[in-house]
């Protein structure tokens, strides 16, 4: 078998000229079972490859400990698009941002403050070293070379949009090499003169991303690539979601527009997004703007040409229209139909007040100051900080440095204000402490680590100290809260009486015959969290525009399942309603709760 080549008209794959038209779908924002049927719509669409980036994050969740099973099954995601007539390129990093928690980067690196990210530091290095040891033995397979689908590896990720350390980027190149890869490496980064002199090396290929302009951006990769094929490696057709801001679209005719643009230029292309999927968990990244952290919403639907649930949009038909004048399309599907459960309203169980199961869930950690979540070897969710304050003092405002991202402060177990990195919620919180002293409570939530930009040492819960006025607070206790399956927690309601205001946890039965997919509804619940089966689907938050979470068919069992939802500020409402269509473009103000 032989490698990707290319000169300046094209690629060649034995023998054979290839025009990569790919499409990006990330294998872990969509259940595996769904992978087959997302990855025969984009053949049918007129694509030949598919695209996806590799999560360092999810593959080594603590240092040592390794996950490729389930929706972490690289290597039968790359084989399942193989039997469905697609070429595949991998995107491995180490970072890829992707709007993605911390970019793909795993939160323990932030443990050690000493180590600099995305640059030759000799820390850094070793442990992507580590990495990429483990992960290249199972990727040298599936490559072309040695009979496998996958034509390409990419070396970094938009590297010059960070940076210019020329050494890293060739450590990658080399240690890619030197692991077994004798397939085509590439890079990828904006169409600009910094971006491509900080994000080139002389033997990978050159690639620019952009979402329109395409003369003129492939007018700037020429001068880096005078004599290689113009390949618009993240064709941006669509764009993500931030919490407390506007639904993006984009209209498909003016999208299939610059993609005939694009093929009309001879370019090869990749669809960024062609499937989006979703941000399960606690997996969405976030960026940092004018000092205001910007969390992306839990739903990666990105308007793509297959929604969220895997269904053909608008943007679909015009794309396959349009490929269609380059390529020989192949049939459609016999059923692109996706089948959704009847809606119906679940009824809510009594509310369990969180803060009382906190020595029920985590060990307690004492310190003398607070210790950030990276030091309590924790990557994701909530810490619950705890101390006393003595009194009586009067009102002082109560500051927390390096906070990560969302404290609810409450005091003797009342809830009195929201601290909140976001801008969104909350505001200012002042404390009078009465004459026997308080207790006084933190529960601070990561929002998502910062995908992009400079920033990305984005430490979580409380990273620096918290004063009370003029005074730092110290002697903490710390509960580690990453809520992995609150389900258990949910068995006995609470005694204690009215939790208005506080985080409760609830639950709700949903009994079906055949397993299918659904939205639920979280409208109206405020802000929090909802697992299916144990499965986190992600984050909801009633200031918008998602106001559905997407619920794939797949975690379901014929039966009774189960449903459990953290509403973050007390128990909303005596149902929780299941739909069949997504809602994520209703903003409905802000919570200043």
Request: charged content about 20%; some cysteine.
């Amino acid at each position: 078998m032989s490698s990707l080549t290319y000169d300046r008209d094209g690629f060649t794959l034995d023998s054979s000229p290839l025009r990569i038209l790919s499409g990006a779908l990330h294998y872990f924002r969509v259940h595996p079972e769904q992978w087959a049927a997302r990855l025969r719509l984009l053949r049918a669409m007129g694509l030949n490859t598919v695209e996806t980036y590799l999560p360092w994050n999810l593959h080594e969740p603590r240092p040592g400990h390794y996950d490729f099973s389930g929706f972490l099954d690289v290597e039968r995601f790359v084989r399942t698009a193989e039997r469905h007539g697609l070429k595949v390129l991998l995107r491995p990093g180490p970072y890829i941002c992707a709007e993605w928690e911390f970019g793909g980067l795993p939160a323990w690196l932030l443990k050690d403050r000493s180590m600099r990210l995305r640059c030759a530091d000799p820390a850094f290095l070793a442990a992507v070293d580590r990495w990429f040891d483990v992960l290249l033995p199972r990727l040298l397979p599936l490559l072309a070379e040695r009979g496998g689908p996958v034509l390409a590896l990419q070396v970094e990720n938009e590297y010059g949009s960070y940076g210019n350390d020329a050494a890293y980027l060739r450590h990658l190149a080399d240690g890619l090499r030197r692991r077994g890869a004798g397939c085509l490496l590439f890079t990828s980064d904006g169409p600009t003169h910094p971006a491509l002199q900080g994000g080139t090396l002389a033997d990978a290929l050159p690639t620019v991303n952009f979402g329109d302009r395409v003369a003129e951006s492939f007018a700037v990769l020429r001068e880096y690539l005078p004599d290689g094929p113009a390949v618009c490696m993240e064709y941006w057709n669509g764009w993500f979601d931030n919490w407390g801001a506007p639904h993006h679209t984009r209209d498909a005719g003016d999208a299939a527009r610059v993609l005939d643009e694009l093929l009309a230029a001879g370019a090869s292309v990749n669809l960024y997004m062609a499937h989006g999927g979703t941000n399960f968990g606690y997996l969405n990244g976030a960026n940092l703007t004018d000092g205001l952290l910007k969390p992306t919403i839990t739903s990666y639907d990105y308007d793509a040409a297959l929604d969220e649930a895997g269904r053909p949009t608008d943007k679909y038909w015009a794309f396959r229209e349009v490929l269609g004048r380059y390529t020989e399309l192949p049939p459609l599907p016999d059923d692109t139909e996706v089948t959704f459960l009847a809606p119906r309203i679940l009824e809510l169980g009594p509310p369990v007040p969180l803060l009382e199961l906190a020595e029920q869930l985590a060990a307690p950690v004492q310190a003398a100051a607070p210790l950030a979540m990276e030091e309590l070897d924790q990557s994701y969710g909530f810490v619950l900080y705890r101390t006393w304050v003595s009194g009586p003092r009067e009102a002082a405002e109560l500051v927390v440095d390096g906070l990560g991202d969302r404290a609810q402060v409450f005091l003797d177990g009342r809830p009195v204000g929201v601290l909140d990195r976001t801008g969104l919620t909350g505001g200012p919180v002042e404390l009078a402490i009465p004459a026997g002293g308080a207790r006084l409570e933190l529960l601070v939530e990561n929002l998502g680590r910062v995908n992009y930009g400079p920033q990305l040492a984005d430490r979580k819960g409380i990273a620096g100290g918290v004063r009370l006025g003029e005074q730092l607070l110290l002697g903490w206790q710390m509960f580690g809260l990453p809520l992995a399956d609150p389900g258990r927690a949910v068995a006995a309601p609470s005694q204690s009486g009215e939790p208005a205001d506080r985080p409760v946890l609830r639950r709700a039965v949903l009994e079906v015959d055949r397993p299918a997919d659904a939205f639920v509804l979280t409208e109206g619940h405020g802000k929090g969290l909802c697992w299916v089966n144990g499965f986190l689907l992600g984050r909801y938050w009633d200031i918008g525009p998602q106001q559905t979470l997407y619920l794939p068919g797949p975690l379901l069992r014929p039966g009774a399942n189960e449903l459990v939802l953290l509403e973050l500020h007390g128990p909303r409402g005596a149902g929780l309603e299941l739909v069949d269509e997504p809602v994520l473009d209703r903003l409905s103000g802000t919570d200043r709760a």
